[in-house]
């Protein structure tokens, strides 16, 4: 089975090493030192004191690797209209392509999802629709990372904790294809399961970090400290709430409480979201993925936003004061 990674960051090398230890012949887009390193020394994934290596093919040009089995999207959301615009000689006919991304993707809407609203096209995270022309919905399964890594240097991947990732079709069909998938990331070391609806997944993952990624990248504080804080954990609480009424709009109903969801957050301990860490080494952010695309989806179904809007407003302008959100 011949797989890409395109993206070999800290998720991108997780999933990574799971194909090659699954058997898969690995190929990888890179750049820069994370190229340099790939080609020299293969990808690395620490746990603890445990080092594995395995050995890749990696290229700058999609171009010399030619149509892939399996592509994995695995970039920050501020990265994929670039991705989009170079990925065509990795996609034939039957290319599966597994995004595994923060945030709401562009695919959210397809497949028959979302009663009224379906098919239609979320500016906010595919302004143009070049994005879904590049990468169609037939070809996409959805994935939802729940795991912690992080990069200790260019190719080499540090394991935290959690090992899942949930996987389906947007269209919410039981393919034979996204269970083959499945069980070939199990036999990588991945603990992946099938979805019936994937776009539930996603959704109740944006609903943690929708609020917490902004506010930590805004104020430097980790997650520990951010919900320990009354007044902030009720703002977080407001925005929340704003999000699960647009969900049971459009077909993701969520039954708990954001108290039910602070306390899973807290269980992690302290720590720095993906946001912050991108604002701390000068990297755009992700807030549309995250944010916008929560308001322009309660604006499409009329429900209200104003605590969402603020925490919007605030992260955008913080963003563009330090040069990491377009102006």
């Known amino acids: ?9 800290a998720i991108g090398g997780w999933i ?6 699954a058997g898969c012949q ?19 994934l620490l746990r603890g004191t445990q080092r594995t290596q395995v050995p890749v093919h990696a290229v700058a040009d999609p171009g010399a690797l030619g149509v892939q089995d399996l592509v994995v999207i695995a970039v920050k959301a501020p990265s994929l209209a670039g991705v989009a615009e170079r990925i065509a000689p990795l996609i034939g006919p039957e290319t599966q392509v597994l995004t595994a991304m923060n945030g709401v993707p562009w695919w959210f809407l397809d497949g028959g999802f979302g009663g009224a609203l379906s098919g239609t096209r979320l500016a906010a995270v595919d302004p143009d629709g070049a994005i879904a ?7 996409v399964i959805g994935g939802v990372v729940h795991a912690s890594c992080s990069l200790d240097a260019p190719g080499v991947v540090r394991h935290h904790f959690g090992n899942g990732l949930i996987l389906g079709e947007p269209s919410g069909e039981a393919s034979t294809r996204v269970g083959e998938l499945a069980a070939l990331l199990v036999r990588g070391g991945i603990e992946a399961r099938v979805s019936p609806q994937i776009q539930k997944d996603v959704w109740y993952k944006l609903w943690g970090n929708m609020t917490v990624n902004p506010i930590s990248a805004l104020t430097g504080a980790t997650t520990d400290l951010i919900l320990e804080d009354d007044l902030v954990r009720g703002f977080i609480s407001a925005v929340m709430l704003e999000a ?14 954001p108290e039910d969801r602070h306390a899973v ?25 995250l944010v916008t695309v929560v308001r322009e989806l309660g604006q ?6 104003p605590f969402t809007d603020a925490l ?3 992260a955008r302008l913080q963003g563009r004061q330090r040069g990491l959100y377009p102006r």
């Not at 022309?133 to 070809?139: E, S, T």
């Not at 459009?250 to 708990?256: A, C, F, Q, R, Y």
Request: charged share 20%; proline share 4%.
């Open 1 to 9: 089975m011949k797989t890409c990674i395109y993206g070999a960051g």
């Open 16 to 21: 990574g090493m799971a194909l090659a230890q």
């Open 26 to 44: 690995l190929n990888v887009v890179a750049r820069g030192a994370t190229l340099d390193t790939l080609q020299r020394d293969g990808l690395s």
């Open 133 to 139: 022309a590049a990468i169609p919905a037939r070809h």
């Open 244 to 257: 699960r009424d647009i969900g049971a709009r459009i077909g993701v109903p969520i039954t708990e409480m």
């Open 265 to 289: 957050t807290r269980k992690l301990g302290a720590f720095k979201t993906s946001m912050l860490q991108d604002v701390e080494a000068s990297r755009p952010i992700e807030l549309d993925a």
């Open 300 to 305: 499409l179904t009329q429900t209200p936003t």
């Open 312 to 314: 919007l407003g605030l």
